[in-house]
């Protein structure tokens, strides 16, 4: 209850909760309000903004309708960015627990794997992978899991060379508890508030690589998502600004809104900072 009291005395932080609510019911209400498929013609394309009751953010290239696309894209978004937030924690939580808790050998081996997938910027790869294994949706997001894991995986490693040592592991070891048990029953539960704090910066994250993905066309074409309608209005960019402009706020919102969530959660839960 403490956590949760002080992450509502800070404003910033019950902003983003606020903003991030607005678009989880935006994805909620996605079919109430826009039943049809969103990708369905709907008008005389290039309709401005408020110039058609019908369309009150107006038309795309194709005619179709915008509102119904940033609500039906904001399922998208917020579906790529969990699933690909999942398998990224997911994977830095096995990998960085296994370096931290055993060192030595297993620690260098399993973090120079690490840097070998961050030689290469996080887009790069992300690119090669879309590449070879194609772009649909489900490939996208596990492709994005994919590229964001070590971060996770050397915060982890992080914690757990500071906890491997406590009082409460050695008389683990004492009792005779398996290793399994130590690194997953006693030590991950206490380091993993910090982890959980940087899982918003990887949803945030995730979610900008799938939508740059899609302005380059390297995305599913057959979701309605906020990057395909950015990269779709890239070719009226001089006349019709708002077709990427509107699913451009859409996307700043919501990262917005995630990242002040993560700090908020930082703030609430981080034993250093308490007392500020």
Do not use: C
Not at 170 to 196: C, H, K, S, Y
Request: proline content about 6%; overall charge positive; cysteine-free.
């Amino acid at each position: 209850m403490q956590a949760v009291r002080s992450y509502f005395r800070s404003p910033p932080a019950v902003l983003g909760l606020v903003l991030l609510l607005g678009v989880v019911g935006m994805a909620a209400t996605a079919d109430w309000f826009f039943p049809r498929d969103p990708l369905a013609l709907a008008g005389r394309p290039l309709v401005w903004p408020f110039q058609n009751p019908r369309f009150w953010l107006g038309t795309d290239n194709s005619g179709r309708d915008i509102a119904a696309q940033i609500f039906h894209g904001a399922r998208i978004s917020l579906l790529i960015g969990l699933v690909a937030t999942a398998i990224a924690i997911l994977i830095g939580i096995v990998v960085g627990a296994l370096a931290g808790y055993y060192g030595g050998v297993v620690d260098t081996v399993l973090m120079r794997v690490a840097e070998a997938f961050q030689t290469l910027p996080n887009f790069l790869l992300l690119l090669v992978l879309v590449v070879v294994f194609g772009s649909t949706l489900a490939t996208v997001t596990v492709a994005i899991g994919i590229v964001s894991w070590p971060a996770p995986a050397r915060l982890t490693r992080a914690e757990f060379l500071s906890l491997r040592n406590r009082e409460f592991v050695q008389a683990g070891r004492t009792l005779g508890m398996r290793d399994v048990r130590l690194i997953f029953g006693e030590i991950l539960p206490n380091a993993l508030p910090p982890v959980i704090v940087y899982a918003s910066v990887v949803m945030a994250v995730a979610i900008l690589l799938e939508s740059a993905l899609a302005f380059l066309r390297l995305s599913d074409p057959n979701v309605a998502s906020w990057g395909n309608l950015i990269g779709l209005g890239r070719d009226v960019l001089r006349v019709q600004w708002y077709v990427s402009a509107i699913p451009g706020i859409a996307i700043l919102v919501t990262v917005l809104a995630v990242s002040l969530v993560g700090q908020g959660l930082n703030d609430a839960l981080n034993p250093r900072l308490k007392g500020r």
